[in-house]
């Protein structure tokens, strides 16, 4: 099994909602990813959990609330977004951080989120 | 500060062209470029590189990275119309970051 599962495929929710973005791989990844993407620009790096543990935080608002229950699963947890929060969800799995290997990245299919 | 550039920002051909397109880069610790296709959705992996000279081979796709230089081409030939997409490079550094460029859009006309 070399997939990524997302879901919901699409979301469309108001700026008082609170949501959550769901993310699945069973490959044994260990390094779990969080990127946002905007029309016509290139995937930005949100959060990074590496064995559970949260690596990475790229100056995230806190309206974005990551959550990793497990080594299969990430989760987005969203409230209070603002319309410009509206894009491309991309989760992405990776063997591990720190490795010495070089690390594929798979991703998964995305949600696109939109905030009315 | 890290980056990678990519060129061209577009291209528009016709099948049967060969496109070669070009990612360049500045990383600090650098341990692995990648290439991707994105169509509609999720970014599909292409080709991984590590090496300076290896071509790495894939039907009609190919690519090669030079480390001296700090640069990686992809080549297409023979194009379809589905190879229409926008291809990304990326690198990964030491510390297992990832790096993307601003992609190429690539257009092939029947």
């Known amino acids: 099994d070399t997939e990524v599962t997302q879901t919901p495929k699409h979301l469309v929710m108001g700026m008082t909602n609170k949501k959550s973005l769901k993310c699945e791989q069973h490959m044994g990844h260990r390094a779990m990813y969080w990127y946002k993407q905007k029309a016509k620009k290139p995937p930005e790096l949100m959060f990074v959990y590496s064995y559970e543990k949260l690596s990475i935080n790229e100056s995230v608002p806190s309206r974005f609330s990551p959550e990793c229950p497990n080594s299969s699963l990430l989760n987005l947890h969203l409230h209070a977004l603002q319309p410009e929060d509206s894009a491309l969800y991309l989760c992405?799995?990776?063997?591990?951080?720190?490795?010495?290997?070089?690390?594929?990245?798979?991703f998964g299919p995305g949600t696109r989120l939109t905030v009315l | 500060e890290d980056k990678v550039v990519q060129s061209p920002l577009s291209l528009v051909v016709h099948e049967g062209d060969t496109v070669t397109l070009n990612c360049s880069y500045e990383?600090?610790?650098?341990?692995?470029l990648l290439w991707y296709k994105q169509e509609k959705k999720a970014p599909t992996f292409l080709f991984m590189l590590?090496?300076?000279?290896i071509e790495k081979k894939s039907g009609r796709l190919s690519s090669i990275l030079d480390k001296k230089e700090l640069f990686s081409i992809l080549n297409i030939t023979a194009t379809q119309t589905g190879d229409s997409a926008i291809y990304l490079c990326?690198?990964?550094?030491?510390?297992?970051?990832?790096?993307f460029g601003t992609g190429t859009s690539l257009t092939v006309i029947p």
């Open positions: 590590t090496s300076s000279g």
């Open positions: 992405a799995s990776s063997q591990a951080l720190g490795t010495t290997k070089p690390n594929e990245q798979f």
């Open positions: 990326a690198v990964e550094n030491t510390g297992n970051q990832f790096y």
């Open positions: 990383v600090t610790n650098f341990r692995s």
